[in-house]
């Protein structure tokens, strides 16, 4: 066995085994594409049968929130 003083003067060497290496890094995979947004999709747009929700009092709840300062 080596004792440290034969080491030192022997000088210090880089690993050359392949487990000793540094993995090649792999480049990132590219972003997600967009999805693509088609024109007349709002055109086509057909309002419910029974029609939109509208609550008689809504209006008195927005008075009553906006009188209390929230």
Do not use: H, Y
């Given at each position: ?25 792999l480049p990132c ?23 939109f929700f509208d ?9 009553a929130l906006s009188?209390?300062?929230?």
């Amino acid at each position: 066995m080596e004792s440290w003083d034969e080491r030192e003067t022997e000088g210090w060497e880089t690993p050359r085994r392949a487990d000793c290496r540094i993995p090649v890094v792999l480049p990132c995979p590219p972003p997600p594409k967009k999805k693509s947004i088609s024109v007349g999709a709002a055109k086509n747009v057909v309002p419910p049968k029974s029609g939109f929700f509208d609550p008689p009092d809504l209006e008195l709840l927005f008075l009553a929130l906006s009188s209390q300062g929230v």
